[in-house]
């Protein structure tokens, strides 16, 4: 064991080595030492541990080591994937996709009129330029930006519900994934849960038994990760706000996708929309940036000055305002929709691949299929049909028909799956009957040639 600990070199004789220097010596001197004295360490444990090892096998061990610690330096974490599961609004992989946008690049490279009133030539407001369209968009008298929806939710309560009760239905105390329930952020916002109704009904005599002069508001939330069928009911929107109006507290619908309005296409028939919600009677209404809306993570709070517009002059809002790059990003979202539907589910990401229809998809599935084969015949790639998913809490019972490409690999599924991971773009794809699935929804414009070149390979 001796013999091989000799075998690791010194941090220093590594640093001084030609072909170190040149590709790393140009970084900081503690950050790259610290690194190489780690991987040596991490191959002196591993001797230690008693793995039994030669000369040569240490030799390769200590090379391999250094290369994986250091190749951070060289390589960038965050990079673009390929989303070939179908899954439309994917939150592991970054949610909603964007188009390219000019504007972006020399507002970060320069200054901009973040908060600055041009105009005037004084201090602005930072919103500013995202509520200007949404209230095109919506016709309300007030709209607040934020982080994300789960933000916004925060943000509301602590405003109108701090050790107040908001009346929830039973059937819309949801859980969103990565630990946000409902539940818990009422308590981290100092608001009192009151429960209401059962799972499956609710009606509107539960809400109404519960007002009193303890409550903060009303809360609707649209169960937008799961539905209940069957038995089951619930107050409509204008039926809560009419009773909410009566008695003189606030009501506020989290409608969660942020669809802005009604649009007429089968896949969009049971998504709630904010200008129906709105038109309703909700004094506010709470929706993400990047669901269906199709621009970047934020949360917006867009109502009435009184309930909606209070919410961005407490002092919280400091800690969950937007950053500028995502303000420029979220309002180029936003104008594809000041243009008619048609053109929305054109331009806009997001609209387009959930309104593609089943025959495009099996085209383009027909299409990449065929280029599969051709580089390699031997692959046999086949269409199949599939169902695809929205995805990131939108549209939770609808499965929509689609069309992937699929292959049946040589050697395990899960294999070549990791394969496609390890591809200069990285590519993720899907498992279904022990057959590796390409679904066509999710592949953007020039993705299906990458994926034929990884396949190729
Ligand atoms: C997705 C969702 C949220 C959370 O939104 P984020 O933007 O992810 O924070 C909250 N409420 C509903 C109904 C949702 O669908």
Redesign the pocket.
């Known amino acids: 064991m001796k013999e091989l600990f000799r075998l690791i070199p010194q941090v220093s004789s590594i640093l001084e080595d030609e072909g170190f220097k040149k590709e790393y010596g140009h970084f900081d001197q503690r950050i790259t030492s610290g690194l190489v004295r780690e991987a040596l360490d991490s191959v002196r444990d591993k001797i230690a541990g008693g793995e039994a090892l030669d000369e040569p096998q240490v030799k390769k061990l200590v090379e391999s080591t250094l290369k994986k610690k250091l190749s951070p330096l060289t390589k960038r974490s965050l990079k673009r994937v390929i989303n070939a599961t179908g899954i439309v609004l994917h ?1 592991n992989l970054g949610r909603a996709p964007m188009f390219p946008n000019p504007y972006l690049a020399p507002l970060l490279e320069g200054y901009c009129n973040l908060e600055y009133d041009l105009a005037e030539g004084k201090r602005g407001k930072r919103g500013v330029h995202v509520k200007s369209v949404i209230k095109m968009l919506l016709g309300a008298e007030s709209a607040v930006v934020v982080n ?4 916004a ?1 925060l943000l509301l309560l602590r405003t109108h519900a701090e050790g107040k009760e908001v009346i929830v239905s039973r059937g819309e105390l ?1 859980e ?1 994934g990565g630990s ?1 329930r409902l539940p818990e952020v009422m308590t981290a916002s100092g608001a009192i849960l009151h429960e209401v109704g059962t799972t499956n009904r609710t009606h509107l005599k539960d809400y109404a038994g519960a007002i009193s002069e303890k409550t903060g508001l009303i809360l609707k ?5 799961y539905a209940i069928r069957g038995f089951a009911s619930s107050p409509t929107t204008a039926e809560l706000s009419a009773l909410a109006k009566e008695k003189n507290v606030p009501f506020v619908y ?4 942020g669809l802005l309005r009604k649009i007429d296409h089968p896949n969009f028939r049971e998504e709630p929309d904010c200008l129906s919600a709105l038109g309703d009677g909700a004094d506010a209404i ?1 929706f ?4 269906i809306l199709g621009g970047t ?3 917006f709070i867009v109502g009435s000055e009184k309930i909606a517009g209070a919410c961005g002059k407490i002092p919280l809002m400091r800690s969950l305002r937007l950053a500028k790059a995502h303000m420029c990003m979220l309002e180029e979202a936003l104008r594809t929709w000041l243009l008619p539907d048609r053109e929305v589910m054109k331009l806009n990401p997001v609209m387009r691949m959930i309104s593609m229809m089943p025959e495009e998809l099996e085209a383009r599935a027909n299409t990449l299929s065929g280029e599969i084969n051709e580089v390699n015949p031997a692959i046999g790639s086949f269409v199949k049909k599939v169902e695809g998913y929205m995805g ?3 549209l939770p019972d609808i499965n929509f028909d689609s069309y992937a490409v699929a292959i049946k690999p040589k050697e395990t599924p899960q294999l070549l799956l990791q394969k496609l991971r390890n591809f200069e773009t990285p590519i993720v794809a899907r498992i279904e009957d022990d057959l590796v699935i390409f679904d066509m929804r999710t592949v953007l414009e020039g993705e299906g040639e990458k994926i034929a070149r990884a396949l190729a390979q």
């Open positions: 939150t994300n929806n789960a933000a939710i949801i969103l946000f939330v649209h169960p937008s990760n989290d409608v969660g996708s709470l993400s940036g990047d669901k993570q934020a949360g990131g809490g939108s």
